[in-house]
């Protein structure tokens, strides 16, 4: 097989929540107006990235961290992630995962599915306790260029690399990698741009698609 590795979005790719951010305001009872409206501001390009994230981990002072890291414990994969990522790692592909979300999928994925790298955002935390704040790892739209650094680092060429993703926010890392595959996709512009676009929700397309 000409390709060594794989980059996947995590959030509605891998498993079925679309946004991390968002998952953690509705379990917990907390995607109010408020909540809501930040994430109206930055889709209008009224506020950045960085104090959309600020302003929404401010939301979940002072809980303990464990409460929000087991809210992921039960998060669904998609039908048939699980196995066919399993079967992709057995095969010898690097797997590689990046969000905009938070840390406690990819550390799932890596644990669980035995991940060689991750990048997410972080929640930061005192003596178990949340502090309001957040560490940015990987801003919106930067996808692209932290895949080239990825895999400088694990020693690929970005042909070599398939990317798999379900929103505009994976367009850099469609555009970079060898081979891209739009995975259930809501994005017009993602759908459109790729070399494969999977329409069903059945994750077994894309192994199918990678090693035929």
Not at 159 to 167: C, E, F, H, L
Request: glycine share 8%; proline share 3%; charged share 30%.
């Amino acid at each position: 097989m000409k390709y060594k590795a794989i980059i996947f979005d995590i959030d509605g790719t891998i498993t079925t929540p679309v946004s991390s951010w968002r998952y953690i305001h509705e379990k917990l009872g907390k995607w109010d107006a408020l909540a809501c409206r930040y994430q109206e501001l930055f889709l209008a390009g009224r506020i950045s990235y960085r104090k959309f994230c600020e302003l929404d981990a401010a939301h979940w002072k002072g809980l303990p961290e464990k409460d929000i890291e087991g809210l992921f414990r039960d998060v669904p994969y998609a039908r048939n992630a699980k196995d066919s990522i399993e079967k992709l790692k057995k095969i010898g592909l690097k797997l590689i995962a990046v969000s905009t979300g938070l840390q406690y999928l990819p550390q799932r994925l890596k644990k669980e599915l035995r991940f060689d790298y991750i990048l997410s955002n972080e929640l930061e935390a005192e003596n178990g306790i949340l502090t309001g704040g957040v560490k940015i790892n990987l801003t919106h739209g930067a996808k692209g260029r932290v895949l080239k650094k990825i895999i400088r680092e694990i020693r690929v060429e970005p042909p070599q690399v398939i990317s798999v993703g379900d929103s505009e926010g994976d367009l850099p890392i469609s555009r970079t990698a060898g081979y891209s595959i739009a995975f259930n996709s809501s994005s017009r512009r993602l759908s459109e741009t790729v070399d494969y676009n999977c329409k069903t929700d059945d994750f077994s397309e894309v192994y199918t698609k990678i090693v035929e």
